[in-house]
């Protein structure tokens, strides 16, 4: 948090002091840092005091000034995916990724692989095996994926990986009155894999997803990442398809479903005509094309406004 702090100027708690082991006068690990001033964004977004009026001025003021704090992160690039780590001599170093596992009684195991250069390399050794037989949901969801990650805009990304906040969620925003972000909190497992930016909810929160990209864009002056906050939602939806065996074939089903614009028993019928291989050519190929448009348009960000 002292690094971050330190490059970005980011709104962290000063951490004053901390012991990773047990030898020190407590016998346990700890951390002091300085209170944050401020409510969480889960706590105050739908605050009832406000009319209507004042409370969307105060829900577009926190994403403006987030946006303003993301863009700072965006100048701070790294060439390898990993976890920040401290040299004896203080200086900081990328180190290796780690995969944190609940154990049944409830505790946490942490297991170091390796430091990646590129992202589609982190999601080839990354991404989970499917929990499903050889059977027709499986091979359909092995192909969509398939898809989905030749096209991904995010996997193209060599040499230039991004910092952001391991949990960037509303519970994790601290903001004043006026909606200004007072505090960033909760840092533990922070990592450098590349990360489009700050994520709504797609069907509920579409325009307030259009104003953060509208003010990273007016940030970043169109450059860097701008152009990836648009469609982070897709990005996200693709990582948690390729991490998470559970929740892949609904993804998958989902983005059939938007790319032929039907509806959920037709996009499942499609889906497993996929994986009976039953699917014409000529449909596959169209689908293809479909997903290609929905995962990577061709749109410039807008810095109007």
Request: a negative charge.
């Amino acid at each position: 948090m002292r690094f971050i702090k330190e490059q970005t100027g980011a709104p962290v708690p000063e951490v004053y002091s901390w012991d990773p082991t047990t030898n020190n006068e407590i016998s346990a690990p700890f951390i002091c840092m300085s209170f944050v001033t401020g409510e969480t964004v889960s706590s105050v977004w739908f605050k009832d005091s406000m009319d209507d009026k004042a409370r969307e001025q105060f829900r577009l003021n926190i994403l403006t000034s987030t946006a303003a704090i993301m863009a700072k992160f965006s100048a701070m690039t790294f060439d390898k995916i990993g976890s920040l780590m401290q040299a004896e001599d203080g200086s900081i170093f990328v180190g290796p990724v780690f995969e944190w596992d609940e154990n049944d009684d409830g505790s946490i195991h942490a297991k170091a692989t390796r430091t990646y250069f590129s992202t589609d390399e982190f999601m080839a050794c990354s991404i989970a095996p499917s929990t499903k037989d050889d059977n027709s949901w499986g091979r359909a969801e092995d192909k969509l994926l398939k898809v989905l990650l030749e096209n991904a805009p995010f996997l193209r990304s060599h040499s230039h990986f991004v910092l952001c906040p391991p949990d960037f969620d509303s519970q994790n925003v601290l903001v004043d009155e006026q909606g200004n972000v007072t505090g960033l909190i909760d840092w533990d497992h922070c990592q450098t894999p590349h990360s489009p930016g700050f994520e709504d909810s797609p069907e509920d929160l579409q325009r307030y997803r259009a104003h953060f990209n509208k003010e990273m864009c007016k940030e970043l002056s169109g450059q860097g990442d701008s152009a990836l906050t648009q469609n982070s939602h897709i990005a996200e939806a693709i990582t948690i398809a390729a991490f998470s065996s559970m929740n892949r074939l609904e993804i998958c089903r989902k983005f059939v479903e938007v790319a032929l614009n039907v509806d959920k028993c037709k996009s499942l019928s499609v889906v497993l005509d996929i994986g009976d291989d039953d699917l014409d050519k000529e449909d596959w190929d169209d689908l293809k094309d479909k997903l290609k448009a929905l995962v990577c348009p061709s749109i410039t960000p807008s810095r109007e406004g």
